[in-house]
Protein backbone atom coordinates (compact mmCIF):
# COMPACT_ATOMS: atom_id res chain seq x y z
CA UNK A 1 0.00 0.00 0.00
CA UNK A 2 3.13 2.61 0.82
CA UNK A 3 4.28 2.04 -2.79
CA UNK A 4 0.82 3.62 -4.47
CA UNK A 5 -0.48 -0.02 -5.64
CA UNK A 6 -4.45 -1.00 -4.65
CA UNK A 7 -4.39 -3.94 -2.54
CA UNK A 8 -6.11 -6.08 -5.12
CA UNK A 9 -4.01 -5.22 -8.11
CA UNK A 10 -2.22 -8.53 -9.40
CA UNK A 11 -4.59 -11.33 -7.78
CA UNK A 12 -7.09 -13.37 -9.29
CA UNK A 13 -10.36 -13.60 -9.22
CA UNK A 14 -9.65 -17.20 -6.75
CA UNK A 15 -7.78 -15.28 -4.65
CA UNK A 16 -9.59 -11.92 -4.17
CA UNK A 17 -13.02 -13.58 -3.62
CA UNK A 18 -11.03 -15.94 -1.06
CA UNK A 19 -10.15 -11.97 0.59
CA UNK A 20 -14.16 -11.00 0.80
CA UNK A 21 -14.85 -14.52 2.29
CA UNK A 22 -12.14 -14.57 5.02
CA UNK A 23 -13.05 -10.66 5.34
CA UNK A 24 -17.06 -11.91 6.01
CA UNK A 25 -15.37 -14.39 8.44
CA UNK A 26 -13.48 -12.22 10.71
CA UNK A 27 -16.81 -10.12 11.49
CA UNK A 28 -19.99 -12.19 10.63
CA UNK A 29 -22.38 -9.54 11.91
CA UNK A 30 -21.51 -6.83 9.42
CA UNK A 31 -20.61 -9.83 6.75
CA UNK A 32 -24.14 -10.74 7.34
CA UNK A 33 -25.75 -7.54 6.88
CA UNK A 34 -23.60 -6.81 3.97
CA UNK A 35 -24.51 -10.03 1.92
CA UNK A 36 -28.01 -9.30 2.87
CA UNK A 37 -27.99 -6.25 1.45
CA UNK A 38 -26.20 -7.43 -1.65
CA UNK A 39 -28.96 -9.90 -2.10
CA UNK A 40 -31.94 -7.56 -1.57
CA UNK A 41 -30.51 -4.69 -3.73
CA UNK A 42 -31.98 -6.30 -6.80
CA UNK A 43 -35.28 -6.18 -5.81
CA UNK A 44 -35.18 -2.72 -4.63
CA UNK A 45 -33.74 -1.55 -7.81
CA UNK A 46 -36.45 -3.99 -9.79
CA UNK A 47 -39.29 -2.26 -7.60
CA UNK A 48 -38.06 1.68 -8.59
CA UNK A 49 -37.68 0.51 -12.22
CA UNK A 50 -41.08 -1.00 -11.96
CA UNK A 51 -42.54 2.35 -10.85
CA UNK A 52 -40.56 3.87 -13.52
CA UNK A 53 -42.81 1.92 -15.98
CA UNK A 54 -45.50 2.88 -14.37
CA UNK A 55 -44.72 6.65 -14.48
CA UNK A 56 -44.00 6.12 -17.97
CA UNK A 57 -47.75 4.32 -19.36
CA UNK A 58 -49.23 6.84 -17.34
CA UNK A 59 -50.95 4.57 -14.13
CA UNK A 60 -51.08 3.36 -10.78
CA UNK A 61 -50.62 -0.22 -10.00
CA UNK A 62 -53.90 -0.87 -8.93
CA UNK A 63 -54.68 0.24 -12.38
CA UNK A 64 -52.10 -1.99 -14.12
CA UNK A 65 -54.35 -4.52 -13.17
CA UNK A 66 -57.42 -3.03 -13.94
CA UNK A 67 -55.92 -2.21 -18.48
CA UNK A 68 -54.68 -5.64 -17.94
CA UNK A 69 -58.16 -7.46 -17.62
CA UNK A 70 -60.06 -4.72 -20.16
CA UNK A 71 -56.57 -6.14 -22.85
CA UNK A 72 -57.92 -9.44 -22.56
CA UNK A 73 -61.62 -8.85 -22.68
CA UNK A 74 -60.81 -6.35 -25.78
CA UNK A 75 -59.04 -9.43 -27.56
CA UNK A 76 -61.81 -11.59 -27.05
CA UNK A 77 -64.22 -8.69 -29.13
CA UNK A 78 -66.10 -8.15 -25.53
CA UNK A 79 -65.10 -4.36 -25.52
CA UNK A 80 -67.16 -1.41 -26.97
CA UNK A 81 -67.18 1.92 -27.19
CA UNK A 82 -69.04 4.99 -27.95
CA UNK A 83 -68.73 8.89 -27.54
CA UNK A 84 -70.45 10.34 -24.81
CA UNK A 85 -71.97 13.00 -26.64
CA UNK A 86 -73.80 10.10 -28.37
CA UNK A 87 -75.02 8.41 -24.77
CA UNK A 88 -75.59 11.35 -22.70
CA UNK A 89 -77.33 14.70 -22.84
CA UNK A 90 -75.73 17.65 -22.47
CA UNK A 91 -76.18 18.89 -19.65
CA UNK A 92 -74.50 21.46 -16.89
CA UNK A 93 -72.65 20.46 -13.91
CA UNK A 94 -74.17 20.37 -10.73
CA UNK A 95 -71.96 22.88 -8.91
CA UNK A 96 -72.69 21.91 -5.44
CA UNK A 97 -72.20 17.71 -5.94
CA UNK A 98 -69.62 17.64 -8.78
CA UNK A 99 -66.00 19.53 -7.80
CA UNK A 100 -64.54 21.59 -10.25
CA UNK A 101 -61.17 19.44 -11.54
CA UNK A 102 -58.12 20.98 -13.13
CA UNK A 103 -56.99 17.65 -14.94
CA UNK A 104 -55.85 19.02 -18.57
CA UNK A 105 -57.17 15.86 -20.22
CA UNK A 106 -60.78 15.76 -20.66
CA UNK A 107 -61.96 12.24 -22.40
CA UNK A 108 -65.91 12.10 -24.99
CA UNK A 109 -65.92 8.60 -24.63
CA UNK A 110 -67.36 5.70 -22.78
CA UNK A 111 -66.02 2.01 -22.41
CA UNK A 112 -68.36 -0.97 -21.93
CA UNK A 113 -67.62 -4.36 -21.75
CA UNK A 114 -70.52 -7.23 -22.46
CA UNK A 115 -70.75 -10.60 -21.41
CA UNK A 116 -71.62 -12.03 -24.96
CA UNK A 117 -69.33 -10.06 -27.42
CA UNK A 118 -72.55 -8.61 -28.75
CA UNK A 119 -72.35 -4.23 -29.19
CA UNK A 120 -74.89 -3.36 -26.27
CA UNK A 121 -78.50 -3.02 -27.37
CA UNK A 122 -81.06 -0.44 -26.79
CA UNK A 123 -79.07 1.48 -24.66
CA UNK A 124 -79.29 -0.92 -21.93
CA UNK A 125 -75.25 -0.79 -21.03
CA UNK A 126 -75.70 2.66 -20.96
CA UNK A 127 -78.76 2.96 -19.24
CA UNK A 128 -77.93 1.17 -16.81
CA UNK A 129 -74.70 3.75 -15.65
CA UNK A 130 -76.69 6.46 -16.31
CA UNK A 131 -80.50 7.66 -16.31
CA UNK A 132 -79.96 10.52 -18.64
CA UNK A 133 -79.60 8.37 -22.20
CA UNK A 134 -80.98 10.50 -24.67
CA UNK A 135 -78.44 12.40 -27.86
CA UNK A 136 -77.47 15.67 -27.78
CA UNK A 137 -80.00 17.16 -29.21
CA UNK A 138 -82.82 15.68 -26.72
CA UNK A 139 -83.98 13.91 -29.09
CA UNK A 140 -84.11 9.63 -28.14
CA UNK A 141 -81.88 7.67 -29.54
CA UNK A 142 -82.58 3.49 -29.77
CA UNK A 143 -78.75 2.63 -30.41
CA UNK A 144 -75.43 4.38 -29.79
CA UNK A 145 -72.80 3.54 -32.63
CA UNK A 146 -70.75 1.18 -30.61
CA UNK A 147 -67.56 0.12 -32.11
CA UNK A 148 -65.57 -2.86 -31.09
CA UNK A 149 -62.36 -2.22 -29.39
CA UNK A 150 -59.59 -4.53 -30.80
CA UNK A 151 -57.25 -3.42 -28.62
CA UNK A 152 -56.23 -0.99 -25.43
CA UNK A 153 -54.66 1.26 -28.65
CA UNK A 154 -58.29 2.50 -29.29
CA UNK A 155 -59.15 3.84 -25.67
CA UNK A 156 -58.05 7.04 -24.10
CA UNK A 157 -56.07 6.51 -20.99
CA UNK A 158 -56.86 10.30 -20.00
CA UNK A 159 -54.14 9.80 -16.57
CA UNK A 160 -51.44 8.80 -19.21
CA UNK A 161 -49.88 13.03 -20.15
CA UNK A 162 -46.48 11.40 -21.01
CA UNK A 163 -43.71 10.40 -19.07
CA UNK A 164 -42.65 14.29 -18.33
CA UNK A 165 -45.71 15.43 -17.26
CA UNK A 166 -46.90 12.24 -15.08
CA UNK A 167 -43.63 12.03 -13.39
CA UNK A 168 -43.89 16.40 -12.48
CA UNK A 169 -47.46 15.65 -11.38
CA UNK A 170 -45.89 12.77 -8.68
CA UNK A 171 -44.22 15.83 -6.95
Same mark, same amino acid.
Given at each position: MLDGTHWSAGKSWSVYLSLWGWALVQDVRIGGVGLLALMTAPLAFGL???? !??LVWAGMTTNESIKWADWKEDAEDGLVFRAEKSQIFAKRDRNKR?? %?EISWPVQSNQIVVRTQDGQPPGNASAAQSMDTRYSHADGQS??? %????? !?SGLREVENIYDLGFWDNLKDIF
Open positions: FFYH !VYIE %PQDQ %PKWKR !V
